[in-house]
Antibody, heavy 116, light 107 residues
Framework: EVKLVESGGGLVQPGRSLKLSCAAS????????MGWVRQAPGKGLEWIGE????????NYTPSLKDKFTISRDNAQNTLYLQMSKLGSEDTAIYYCAREGNGLDYWGQGVMVTVSS | DIQMTQSPASLSASLGETVTIECLAS??????LAWYQQKPGKSPHLLIYYANSLNDGVPSRFSGSGSGTQYSLKINSLQSEDVSIYFC?????????FGGGTKLELK
């Protein structure tokens, strides 16, 4: 069974950094592109970015490129999202997702709240 | 960036009815379009990929169509469990972009 489990969320002060993790199981992690998507409270889905199998290609949505860094550890079957200079606009549920035909598996999401 | 315009933003329909949701891309995305369903408090779930391919386990009352810049999701014989928000996403070019969503409610 494919499982994606995000962790690392919580309450963080404005201007600080936070690193999210996504533990993958039930499939060959190093065969797939992986991505991050977020959803602000009551809003739609926003694609953050994606990373290919060997981390040689990483794409971001332009508005987040200077704040967020996606990485992966294939030995640990784990995807990461490093977030810096956080602001209230970054308050959201953050999902990791596997890129198969579309985003075919999603984690349960982790809440990040940016507030003083 | 490719802009995805989804319509309508909300929709109210009766059980058994057929509903259609539209998605318009700002440029040709060559059928690289996916549809997702998100039930309240849950993660999104892939329904359709490559414009018209049904994901495993998705009921056959869901179907997708379209080409070029215009795409649609059709739900035949609406069931109560179909009450959700539906999103389209283009995966033709980075940044991959979502439509704004369609909230489907029962009348």
């Amino acid at each position: 069974e494919v499982k994606l489990v995000e962790s690392g969320g919580g309450l963080v002060q404005p201007g600080r950094s936070l690193k999210l993790s996504c533990a993958a199981s039930g499939f060959s992690f190093n065969d797939y592109w992986m991505g991050w998507v977020r959803q602000a409270p009551g809003k739609g889905l926003e694609w953050i970015g994606e990373i290919n199998q060997d981390s040689s290609t990483i794409n971001y949505t332009p508005s987040l490129k200077d704040k967020f860094t996606i990485s992966r550890d294939n030995a640990q079957n784990t995807l990461y999202l490093q977030m810096s200079k956080l602001g209230s606009e970054d308050t959201a549920i953050y999902y990791c997702a596997r890129e198969g035909n579309g985003l075919d598996y999603w984690g349960q999401g982790v809440m990040v709240t940016v507030s003083s | 960036d490719i802009q995805m315009t989804q319509s309508p933003a909300s929709l109210s329909a009766s059980l058994g009815e057929t509903v259609t949701i539209e998605c318009l891309a700002s440029e040709d995305i060559y059928s690289n379009l996916a549809w997702y369903q998100q039930k309240p408090g849950k993660s999104p779930h892939l329904l359709i990929y490559y414009a018209n391919s049904l994901n495993d386990g998705v009921p056959s009352r869901f179907s997708g169509s379209g080409s070029g810049t215009q795409y649609s999701l059709k739900i035949n014989s609406l069931q109560s469990e179909d009450v959700s928000i539906y999103f389209c996403q283009q995966n033709y070019d980075s940044p991959l972009t979502f439509g704004g969503g369609t909230k489907l409610e029962l009348k």
